[in-house]
Nanobody
């Protein structure tokens, strides 16, 4: 079985910072891509950042320059450093792992809540 656990969410004032963690464990041998998704109340879940096995990163336009995705292969952990947070960044952040390219197999965490106050 594969487990995906997010952590690091919380309440922060506008302009503050948080670092989210996504830890993968269990019967997973490799990871092609890891993505961070955000879902605000009443909204769809959208990808905000991703990183692939070759180190390539991708960001949504609205978060580029404020959010940075990185990985620690030794710890099977992907991080999302969030700086200059805005109230519109509020939402539940989910981690999604795609083990292999071209296969429709994904593993989702249960999410961690980020609340940014004005």
């Amino acid at each position: 079985q594969v487990q995906v656990v997010e952590s690091g969410g919380g309440l922060v004032q506008a302009g503050g910072s948080l670092r989210l963690s996504c830890a993968a464990s269990g019967s997973i041998n490799s990871i092609y891509a890891t993505g961070w998704y955000r879902q605000a109340p009443g909204k769809q879940r959208d990808m905000v950042a991703s990183i692939t096995s070759d180190g390539s990163t991708n960001y949504a336009d609205l978060v580029k320059g404020r959010l940075t995705i990185s990985r620690d292969n030794a710890k099977n952990t992907v991080y999302l450093q969030m700086n200059s947070l805005k109230p519109e960044d509020t939402g539940v952040y989910y981690c999604k792992i795609q083990p292999r390219y071209g296969l429709a197999t994904y593993y989702w965490g249960k999410g961690t809540l980020v609340t940014v106050s004005s």
